[in-house]
C-alpha cells in the first residue's frame, strides 16, 4: 500500500490553516510556513501527525514547495499530495485522490476545480485542455509521485510559474498525468496570498508560453 503525506505552503493563514487539520489529523502533513507573522508556527505544533518548517523569511509559494519537496526527496512516502492552506481545497478529496493512486497508480495528479478564481485561470485552463487535456494546469491540489518528482527536480529547475513548469516536464519525460475533478471552496472575494492583482495575472500569462512547447 502506497504512503501518502500532505504538503502545505501557508502564509499568514493561520485560522483556515488549522480548520485543514482539525479535519486531517489521520494523514501525515508537512506545512512549510512562509515566514507567516500570525503565530502559524507555535498554533499548529500541537499536532502530532504535523511537521513545519518555518522560513526564516518570505520566499513565496512556490519556493515554499520546493523546499517541502526537497526535505520529503529522502522519505518512505510514495505519494506527496499538496493542497493550499485556505481552505479553497476541501479535505474529503484528500481519500478521492489517494484511491485513485492505488487504484491507477500515475505519476501525477492534476485536481481539477471546478470552479477558477480568475477569468485568465479559466482561459489557461481551455487552452491547455486543448493542448495536453490538462484541465486545471493552475490548480494547487496535485499528487506527485515523490520518484518521479525526485527524478525531474535533479533535471530541471522550479521557475515562479506556479509549478506550470514542473507539470510540463512531467509532460515532457512522457509521465503519466491524470487529472481527477476536485471541489471548491473558494469565496468569490477573497485576497490572494501569492502577490498582488497586477503581479500575479502577470505571472499566470506567462504561463501561456507552455502552451507551444514541443
Not at 526564516?56 to 505519494?79: A, V
Not at 495528479?109 to 471546478?114: A, K
Not at 515523490?146 to 514542473?166: A, E, G, P, Q, S
Amino acid at each position: 500500500m502506497s504512503k501518502f503525506v500532505v504538503l502545505i505552503p501557508s502564509f499568514n493563514e493561520r485560522r483556515s490553516l488549522l480548520n485543514i487539520l482539525k479535519k486531517i489529523k489521520k494523514f501525515k502533513v508537512l506545512i512549510i510556513d512562509d515566514g507567516s507573522s500570525d503565530n502559524t508556527y507555535r498554533a499548529v505544533k500541537k499536532y502530532k501527525n504535523v511537521s513545519i518548517l518555518r522560513n526564516k523569511k518570505n520566499i513565496g509559494y512556490e519556493l515554499s514547495l520546493k523546499k517541502g519537496f526537497e526535505l520529503l526527496k529522502k522519505s518512505n512516502f510514495n505519494y506527496v499530495i499538496t493542497m493550499d492552506a485556505d481552505g479553497e481545497h476541501s479535505t474529503n478529496d484528500l481519500k478521492k485522490i489517494i484511491k485513485f493512486c492505488e487504484k491507477k497508480n500515475p505519476d501525477l495528479i492534476v485536481g481539477n476545480r471546478y470552479r477558477k478564481n480568475r477569468v485568465l485561470e479559466s482561459i489557461i485552463s481551455y487552452l491547455f485542455k486543448l493542448r495536453f487535456n490538462i484541465m486545471d494546469p493552475l490548480s494547487g491540489f496535485k499528487a506527485y509521485k515523490l520518484d518521479k518528482l525526485n527524478f525531474i527536480l535533479k533535471k530541471d529547475k522550479v521557475k515562479k510559474y506556479f509549478l506550470v513548469d514542473l507539470l510540463i516536464n512531467f509532460i515532457k519525460y512522457k509521465m503519466i498525468v491524470s487529472t481527477l475533478n476536485i471541489k471548491s471552496n473558494l469565496k468569490p472575494k477573497r485576497s490572494s496570498k501569492v502577490g498582488g492583482f497586477f503581479y500575479v495575472n502577470l505571472k499566470i500569462l506567462l504561463c501561456l508560453k507552455f502552451i507551444f512547447y514541443k
